[in-house]
């Protein structure tokens, strides 16, 4: 028997307890073993819950049980998530998290201390959800040389360009309606300027290369300067806007960034709506392959929890390999990078960006108040020398082929 200690009991941590409760029989034969919760901690308490009897405030009651062998934390943030799992795996407890955000800032040395204490550190439900990504990245794509990884990494931005596009409706009004139906918090900057996305693509990115991607040095741009118009803009050029993460390694280096993009009707990640989430990875011998499904919500990441405690389960007393050490990436500046761009600028300026950017594509969708076109790929600072040099730009979007 595999006894369990759930960290935190939220969204995520009492979705941990029903899945493994709902799913006992299936669970434990694929585990070869019985999965049993014997320890829930939290500050509060919860009468009438049906697992109140298993509820603790205290967690050196859970560190200091020598049955208790895996440790679900679903608390997130850094502290005091970040203690108490250190202190787990250095008494050889493993570890399964949906802490994106712990995993971004530490996952190398935790993944470190997991090998050194002969345990586990897992956290396939921090990026993606229940989509497996986390997995197929170590173990499945192994043959593999990655040389890019592009994601829809947030739902909630992406409901929200979904119901833009759909409704013709501005971004105000959208995100007011996603808080209301719950999509979206009450504080939604995380989501909306690309923080949590970011977070992600640091943990695929690190996967890919093996070393730290540090979030904090990833170029992160959100959606809230997209509007109504781009989406007509979009429509005609038979394309969409979507938030993406990516990282890609090109021949001037290797680069991660967060920003709306337009990408045209034949991309894999065009399709993808709503909280739908999806990870589009390309190998040097596979070539292209695509991770669809929801990327948030409680029973989908717990799921993906319990996916990592049956890994434990199934491993006891060895290390799941998982390469990601703590020397960091170096990234290449934006600016150096390339591509093209889809550029609105007031009418009376058409004939000044037609000068400046010398080549370029008129893109008409009958707003005469304005002028749209797309530049010749270029890089990030040259768009920058050039839009400034009309004095600026109504929007501008990046383009993705």
Not at 55 to 79: A, R, S, W
Not at 271 to 277: D, H, S
Not at 299 to 308: G, H
Not at 333 to 343: G, L, N, P, S, Y
Request: glycine share 8%.
């Amino acid at each position: 028997m595999i006894q369990v200690a759930v960290l935190g009991y939220g969204t995520v941590g009492s979705g941990v307890v029903e899945v493994i409760e709902t799913n006992k029989a299936v669970i434990n034969k694929k585990a070869g073993t019985e999965l049993n919760i014997k320890y829930i901690l939290d500050l509060r308490d919860f009468p009438g819950d049906p697992y109140e009897d298993k509820v603790v405030h205290d967690f050196n009651m859970i560190l200091e049980d020598p049955e208790v062998t895996v440790i679900c934390e679903t608390m997130g943030g850094i502290d005091p998530a970040y203690t108490f799992s250190k202190k787990a795996l250095l008494a050889g407890k493993s570890v399964c998290t949906s802490n994106k955000e712990l995993v971004a800032n530490h996952g190398s040395e935790l993944i470190q201390l997991a090998k050194e204490n002969h345990c586990n550190y897992l956290f396939e439900a921090s990026v993606g959800g229940g989509i497996p990504i986390i997995r197929p990245l170590n173990y499945s794509l192994t043959a593999e040389k990655l040389d890019a990884i592009t994601g829809i990494l947030n739902g909630t931005t992406n409901y929200i360009l979904t119901k833009m596009e759909e409704d013709g409706a501005d971004f105000a009004d959208v995100l007011k309606e996603a808080q209301e139906k719950g999509y979206a918090e009450r504080k939604p900057e995380a989501d909306v300027e690309g923080y949590d996305a970011c977070r992600k693509i640091a943990i695929l990115s690190s996967l890919m290369k093996g070393k730290t991607v540090n979030y904090e040095k990833i170029y992160t741009e959100g959606i809230t300067k997209i509007t109504s118009a781009d989406f007509i803009y979009a429509k005609k050029m038979k394309r969409s806007v979507k938030l993406l993460a990516m990282s890609k390694g090109t021949e001037d280096g290797f680069f991660a960034m967060v920003a709306p993009f337009m990408i045209p009707e034949e991309h894999p990640l065009f399709n993808v709506k709503g909280v739908f989430n999806a990870v589009y990875v390309h190998g040097n011998m596979l070539g292209d392959s695509m991770y669809y499904g929801r990327g948030a919500g409680k029973l989908p990441t717990a799921s993906a929890v319990v996916s990592d405690i049956v890994d434990c389960a199934r491993h006891p007393g060895k290390t799941i390999m998982c390469f990601w050490d703590a020397e960091q990436v170096e990234l290449m500046d934006i600016a150096d990078t390339k591509r093209r761009f889809f550029v609105r600028v007031k009418a009376e300026k058409k004939e000044e960006a037609a000068a400046a950017f010398s080549s370029i594509e008129e893109v008409n969708a009958g707003l005469t108040e304005e002028f749209a076109f797309v530049t010749d790929v270029m890089t990030e600072k040259e768009f920058d020398e050039k839009i400034a040099s009309i004095g600026g730009s109504i929007n501008r979007i990046r383009l993705e082929n």
